[in-house]
């Protein structure tokens, strides 16, 4: 079982890959990258400011974004170490998911989005319906077996 401290170092190294491959697209302003992502998960995942900010500022120390001011606001940039770091992750990605990536990576894709709903919404989430979620992912597992 993945605990809270687990499920936050996923969702901030989830969180620096988003934000680099949007930055990879063009320069953004911080609410530009939370649209872009929220726009990637088709509005199940929304990152917060507070989210953002830290992983934001981890990528400038560390040299993969730069920030510009422009009309008083920042613009965050990718750098070429960024680009060359994004492109590391999405080969180990790759590697992770072996012969068939493309489509791995669009199922990993769907189970992050699921994954981020369920976080996003735990508040709701109590004894009653937690056991109706498990029945309906335990069902979907066995669903799969049989596809494959």
């Given amino acids: 079982m993945i605990s809270k401290f687990g499920f936050q170092r996923l969702k901030k190294g989830a969180l ?8 990879n697209e063009k320069p953004m302003r911080t609410y530009e990258i939370i649209k872009s992502i929220e726009k990637k998960f088709e509005g199940s995942y929304r990152p917060s400011t507070g989210s ?4 934001l500022k981890g990528l400038v120390e560390k040299d993969l974004v730069e920030v510009k001011v422009e009309n008083g606001k920042k613009i965050y940039i990718i750098t070429d ?13 790759l590697k992770l998911l072996g012969d068939n990536a493309k489509f791995s990576r669009q199922i990993l894709q ?3 989005q699921i994954a981020f709903y369920l ?17 309906h ?11 494959l």
């Fill in 16 to 23: 620096k890959y988003l934000v680099l491959e949007c930055l």
């Fill in 81 to 93: 170490k960024g680009k060359k770091e994004l492109e590391e992750i999405k080969n180990k990605s």
């Fill in 52 to 55: 953002i900010y830290p992983v």
């Fill in 137 to 147: 992912l335990r069902n979907c597992r066995n669903e799969l077996r049989d596809i």
């Fill in 110 to 112: 769907e189970l992050l």
């Fill in 119 to 135: 976080y996003n919404n735990r508040s709701k989430i109590d004894e009653n319906n937690i056991q109706k979620i498990i029945q």
